[in-house]
């Protein structure tokens, strides 16, 4: 199993950036596809979900109306659009495969870092 996340990097204040997430090693429909994000010295936090199917999308509220998760089954992969970026959204994302009870999966993660 591989989650590879990409498309991280240094953006000003107010900019954008999208990161994606290359699946493999497993049934990638069947599982519900997260993004998370950590910062120094805080802890590891849900930004965005998406059901197997895209049929259910929910995002923390400090990023609703600025970030959009979606996923192309067909390719395995999941994006994250991030417009409006602020200092707050500094972190390291990674990308999460849960399916039910089993053992979530996580990628390596990218670093995001915004600042003028």
């Known amino acids: 199993v591989q989650l590879v996340e990409s498309g991280g990097g240094l953006v000003q204040p107010g900019g954008s950036l999208r990161l994606s997430c290359a699946a493999s090693?497993?049934?990638?429909?069947?599982?519900?596809m997260s993004w998370y994000r950590q910062a120094p010295g805080k802890e590891r936090e849900l930004v965005a979900r998406?059901?197997?199917?895209?049929?259910?999308?929910s995002y923390v509220d400090s990023v609703k109306g600025r970030f959009t998760i979606s996923r192309d089954n067909a390719k395995n992969s999941v994006s994250l659009r991030m417009n409006s970026l602020k200092p707050e959204d500094t972190a390291v994302y990674y990308c999460?495969?849960?399916?039910?009870?089993?053992?979530?999966?996580w990628g390596q993660g990218t670093q995001v870092t915004v600042s003028s």
């Open positions: 999460n495969a849960r399916r039910g009870l089993y053992t979530p999966y």
């Open positions: 090693g497993f049934t990638f429909s069947s599982y519900d």
């Open positions: 998406i059901t197997g199917d895209g049929g259910s999308i």
